[in-house]
């Protein structure tokens, strides 16, 4: 099996054992154990809820940083639409903020908001050409994962399309190496994400080989620099390229939007997510034809690695985009319908389920298995106190079953059995033969002074 | 909580279903579904159960005054068997087609009692079987293979 990159990572000295994260994961990947939280490789999404819940910041993204500029000929920014939602202000403008990321040494920016409005205008493409209903976007890699994991039987309802920072990267490149007669391996493309989920998904991409983006710096990093640099960087035209349209993907319904086919969806925070997926599983949402599902509340404006609360970046986005064309450029619809017949925007492979429930390879162990799992559930107090260090009693009880886990480490199971041990020994200390006893008692409840009961 | 044992099949679970029960309605398909999840089936076969167990449930809760799915594991299929007490089918030939309901306005206002119920369990099965007296209940049997062309 390939082992697996992940941009989630734990702290271990700041991990107090507390119990918190494992409650809020949503494919239950977090144990505690020997009072620090481990983290389940084959579990984890990267969709970063534990980093935002854990109140000892105990939970890292692992990202890139401005050192790997260094190794790149020319570099080119690829800012997430929501990054323009961290900054707000009279005179603030999408065009400053571009400036802004030249002057900390890139040289050169392309908006992953102009390719979010070609893989709008894909996804439009896909949606007619398909009879799966309802498709659900691919755009959050976060959600990729979750039903990769939690819901395999829904793979086919992805849309086999790339995301926008990776069409954006070989957009750039090409439009360099056209330009400037550079290498491919000469330019370097650095995302400006606000997730951890897509630093994974650029390191260990789903559906094709190798990414066009060569790193991913958080929000968080840049967020601090371009504070100083933003009062110089000026106004400069024809940085600035998108339209609202693709802007708008930086905050939750805007994919929705973009897509613009006749009954659509926009579900976002993963539990909300997970409630839409458990239905659709079931059948329902068939006469829906598109789905925009985003992990973070708000949709990208409330990533783990943004900075501004969501709500006022959601504002702060509206702002920024009040000027600008509220159309899709003609110009980039006509070049989209050119590369959609060249296939340019499909994944090379399918996305493969890779369901973590299965309980065993072998049919009659798995039946095995699910039995002991009933009694074992039984046999727990189903209070899903987490105490355990596994998420729920159901939890707990798979991981029993899984060897992982033993029935003592419910400290309920472990009290009564304490309790019945202590009362055994009580047992025992009375039934001292009477030959060794020579403690006069007159304590009724004891039992006869031969040492046997009656 | 279902009651799982070995009857025959390699395993058999039942689910008492109430009748009207929205709040709880979809939850046994839902739990038939991590069972089968966790039993490792093929992607596509838990798929096609899991509507057909929705669907059924579902009907059980709009339609009669209760009943019970009762699914068995074989080598070979997933059977779904449902039983109910309620009113009955009248003229079952008609509530296969597409889009025919005898759901009340009141349950349609919830959404429900589209009319695709059983052709969607139809639709998912390979092997379907119904019966129903009218004035006792319906019984229905679902066969859904492990290894099947659709």
Known sequence: MQPYFHSVTLETENCKGCTICIKRCPTEAIRVRNGKARILELRCIDCGECIRICPNHAKRAIADDFSLLSKYKYTVALPAPSFYAQFSGQDMSISRILQGLLQLGFNAVFEVAEAAEHVSLAIRRYIESSSIRPLISSACPAIVRLIQVRFPELVDHLIPIHAPVDIAARLAKEGIMRKLGLRREEIGAFFITPCPAKVTAIKQPIGFQESWVDGAIPITTVYARMLKVLPYAEETPGLQEASSVGVHWGRATGEERAVRVPRRLAVDGIHSVIEVLEEIEVGKFHDIDFIECQACRGGCVGGPLTVQNPFRGWVNLEELTRDLPSEINPEVAAEVDKRWEEGFYNLESEIEPRSILKLDDDLSRAIEKIELLEKTVQFLPGLDCGSCGSPSCQALAEDIVQGLASEGDCVFVLRDGVQSLAEELLELARQVPGSISHQETDDKTTPSRDGREE | ?150
């Open chain 2, 1 to 150: 909580m279902p009651d799982v044992k070995d009857v025959g099949a390699l395993m058999s679970v039942t689910y008492d279903i109430a009748a009207r029960d929205f709040v709880r309605a979809g939850e046994a398909a839902n739990k038939l579904k991590r069972l089968l999840q966790q039993l490792g089936l093929d992607p596509a076969v838990i798929r096609r159960a899991a509507i057909a167990a929705y669907e059924a449930e579902m009907n059980i809760v709009i339609h009669s005054y209760g009943g019970q799915i009762k699914v068995d594991i074989t080598p070979e299929s997933i059977e779904i068997f449902c039983e109910d007490s309620g009113p009955g089918i009248p003229d079952i030939e008609k509530a296969l087609q597409e889009g025919y309901s005898t759901a009340s306005e009141e349950i349609r206002e919830m959404g429900f009692g589209a009319g695709m119920g059983l052709p969607n369990i139809q639709r998912s099965a390979d092997e379907f079987r119904i019966e129903s007296t009218v004035g006792r209940g319906t019984s229905l049997q679902v066969t859904i293979l492990h290894e099947a062309g659709e």
